[in-house]
């Protein structure tokens, strides 16, 4: 079984438009995390969030927001989608300040 | 503000010969560090971790990275290297917050 797995794997859409991002982790752990990798493979923390806290990166726009329905699930959903949020999108997974384990990716391509 | 640096963009060694992939982190505490790795197209895998304890940890496939206080340092090494290792390196550490903070990465090319 994944342990970390995101859907969809690609996703292209044009501007304006609204999506999601899924993810969902079966290790039981409880943080989860999304990464934004920007063209030149530099990965930078956008939210974490437990049963307890969000913790937001301050240079992340309000378009974007993490959505947990329950422990094992963090979504991202993103409005008003611009050209500069082309990137991958990773999500992850820790067990409090353990090892963080990271889903495949989600590559989103915004014409 | 917590800062990972990778000094070398992009490393090429040849199939045999020995790696090591400089890290340098800034955090006043002790910091957790970690290396990770990802191939073309791929997620990120985690090599080896360093919360405490002995400063010389060992990861998966080989790798190893020694903990250095005072010169704030984490270098990944290889004694050698297989050709399947060419990819992007990460080094990150954590902070308080958990969340991680990574290095610009550091490519490798394996030459046959």
């Known amino acids: 079984d994944t342990a970390v797995s995101q859907t969809p794997k690609y996703l292209v859409t044009q501007m304006g438009n609204d999506k999601s991002i899924k993810c969902e982790q079966n290790?039981?752990?409880?943080?989860m995390y999304w990464y934004k990798q920007d063209s030149k493979k530099f990965l930078k923390i956008m939210f974490s969030y437990n049963n307890k806290e969000l913790i937001i990166n301050e240079t992340v726009p309000n378009r974007f927001s993490p959505k947990s329905p329950d422990k094992a699930h963090l979504n991202l959903h993103i409005n008003s989608l611009e050209l500069g949020d082309s990137a991958v999108y990773f999500c992850?997974?820790?067990?409090?300040?353990?090892?963080?384990?990271f889903g495949p990716g989600t590559r989103l391509t915004v014409t | 503000a917590q800062s990972v640096t990778q000094p070398d963009i992009h490393i090429t060694v040849s199939e045999g010969a020995s790696l090591e992939l400089r890290c340098n982190y800034s955090y006043g505490a002790t910091p957790y560090l970690f290396w990770y790795v990802q191939s073309p197209g791929q997620g990120l895998q985690l090599l080896l971790k360093?919360?405490?304890?002995?400063?010389l940890v060992q990861g998966i496939k080989g790798f190893e990275a020694e903990f250095k206080r005072s010169q704030s340092s984490f270098n990944l090494r290889k004694p050698s290297v297989h050709w399947s290792d060419a990819a992007e390196y990460f080094c990150a550490q954590s902070g308080s917050a958990r969340q991680l903070t990574f290095g610009s990465g550091t490519q490798l090319t394996v030459l046959p």
């Open positions: 992850a997974s820790s067990q409090e300040r353990g090892p963080q384990y």
């Open positions: 290790l039981g752990h409880d943080t």
């Open positions: 360093y919360f405490s304890g002995d400063t």
